[in-house]
């Protein structure tokens, strides 16, 4: 039940803000036992297919620019090939504060715009 109601903010969150389910669905997952590591990659494959969803969902209804999306997937890519090449090298302390610091940084950017 703890999962299926998670599940369910984390979709909303998501699915709502573009992003922002993984910050709910790593401590989440920490608080069901996963260690670190295994946490933030459960949360990678939890909002994959949230995040399919919800893209298809906004391209029906002609939210989605497909070109401009296009265009920061190449990168993206890389980007998330570097991330878990990373999540093998650091200590699940140095993840925390990372995970920590982004939290604070979009926090307080979303209070200022």
Known sequence: MLYTSFGLL??????????GGGMIAVPVLKKCGLDTKKAHANAVAVILP????SAFVYML?????LKDALA????GIV????????????SPYILRLIFAGFMI???IRMLLK
Not at 50 to 53: A, D, E, K, L
Not at 72 to 75: C, W
């Open 10 to 19: 984390i979709g909303l969150v998501n699915g709502l803000l573009g992003a």
């Open 50 to 53: 949230i995040t399919v969803f």
């Open 105 to 107: 940084w979009a926090g």
């Open 79 to 90: 980007g998330s090939i570097l991330a878990t090449w990373l999540l093998k090298k650091l």
């Open 61 to 65: 209804k002609g939210y989605v620019d």
């Open 72 to 75: 920061f997937m190449p990168l």
